[in-house]
């Protein structure tokens, strides 16, 4: 991606000035920096950033930067500056207690997400060894939030994007160890949720667990300049949003046991179409979920 904006005058001198600066004072630079490329929060993204290099919170260390982490530093801070999204910088990030390793090519883990997993293990409570479907799985944040909380279950992780796939994988083997792609306790396999239904034996799953793109039209050409360095496959769900939900919906309630449970995240003004894509698809007790915010963030629904 090209950025639109000009990086400040001075900046290809900013790792010599942050050399034997105090973290607390080069944080401060940076974040100056951020701020006048529009960074949401530079504050924060600074501290983050010049923790990353020192392997401490720069507010209190009083240890001068180095020449070696002064210029790793300044090179950090030049991709903020971009908008690159300081998870990519990191190359991990949190979701509920474990972190995720993510990069360019998967979808990002946001906290709004978090609700949408704890409903699904709130649902799994009780069961012995439960199978669980995760569609557009991404980087694995919900199933293996899933499977963390609830080690016995069986999940299955389906993901069709070749660049997201071995960010999958490697969540998957951090998780589990012994991991390969065909471990009956996480299965990870490349595959269309368009066309993965297709063969697949009726009533096998106890929960499907679903984050698909739900970005309208209007959305992706409005995004903000660090969603734009996401993958648009991972966002981009069609005209008004809902072309994943449709075929979900009807195509994968036969994959669900009786009883058994679909889950799924959209966005905040989704609930009243997709709580009718689901009732008309033959879900019941359809059931909105908040995030922490108390917006709508997802749904429940039951297989009869």
């Known amino acids: 991606m090209t950025t639109e904006h000009q990086m400040p005058e001075g900046l290809e001198g900013l790792g010599e000035m942050l050399v034997e600066m105090d973290p607390r004072m080069a944080a401060g630079m940076v974040a100056g920096m951020l701020q006048a490329s529009g960074c ?3 504050d924060f993204d600074a501290v983050e950033l010049t923790r990353l290099v020192t392997g401490q919170d720069p507010r209190l260390s009083e240890t001068p930067l180095t020449e070696e982490q002064a210029a790793r530093l300044a090179r950090l801070a030049a991709l903020r500056f971009e908008r ?7 190359g991990k990030w949190g979701f509920l207690d474990f972190e995720v390793q993510v990069g360019e090519g998967v979808l990002i883990p946001r906290q709004d997400s978090e609700a949408i997993c704890l409903k699904a293990i709130d649902l799994l409570k009780g069961q012995a060894a439960p199978a669980v479907l995760d569609l557009c799985a991404g980087s694995g944040c919900l199933g293996l939030a899933v499977k963390s909380r609830c080690p016995a279950a069986r999940v299955t992780a389906v993901e069709k994007s070749a660049e997201a796939l071995p960010w999958l994988q490697k969540n998957a083997a951090e998780a ?9 306790a996480l299965n990870v396999q490349q595959g269309d949720v368009f066309q993965w239904n297709k063969g697949q034996a009726e009533g096998q799953f ?8 739900y970005l309208t039209a209007e959305e992706m050409r409005t995004l903000q300049p660090e969603v734009e360095f996401e993958p648009a496959m991972a966002l981009d769900g069609g005209e008004d949003g809902l072309d994943f939900y449709r075929h979900i919906a009807k195509a994968y309630r036969p994959l669900t046991k009786p009883g058994g449970w679909l889950v799924m995240e959209f966005g905040w003004q989704q609930w009243e179409p997709v709580k009718a894509l689901l009732e008309a698809a033959g879900w019941q007790d359809v059931q909105r979920i908040l995030d922490a915010e108390g917006r709508d963030r997802g749904a429940a629904a039951r297989n009869g």
């Open 40 to 42: 949401p929060d530079p």
């Open 206 to 213: 106890d929960l499907i667990l679903a984050n698909p793109p």
């Open 84 to 90: 690159r999204p300081l998870q990519y910088i990191e």
């Open 176 to 184: 589990l160890p012994g991991f390969d792609a065909a471990h009956p």
